[in-house]
């Protein structure tokens, strides 16, 4: 007796934003300055991508989001400043 394999998931099913695809996506986002690009790094489309954030107002995901867009513009104005994503460590005789 052969079972039949299982179904593949339905696209709605595979179709979530996990807080991996979320971090993989804001990632992206930091390193390209292009949500479409992001989105699809995390597997996702650009305008599930903005559905996201529209719902997500507000939260960490959605400031997340601008920053990362910030600290790409910042360093396309001086590429060779430090890495604006990336923190410095303090100068201890500072204080």
Known sequence: MTTSPEPPPSAQARAHWTPARQCLFLTAL???????????????????????????SGTPFDHSWTRALALHAQALADPFAPDPSRRQPRDKARG
């Not at 930091?30 to 997500?56: F, I």
């Open 30 to 56: 930091l390193s390209t300055g292009c949500v479409t690009k992001a989105a699809h790094a995390a597997g996702m489309s650009r305008s599930s991508a903005h559905c996201m954030r529209q719902r997500l």
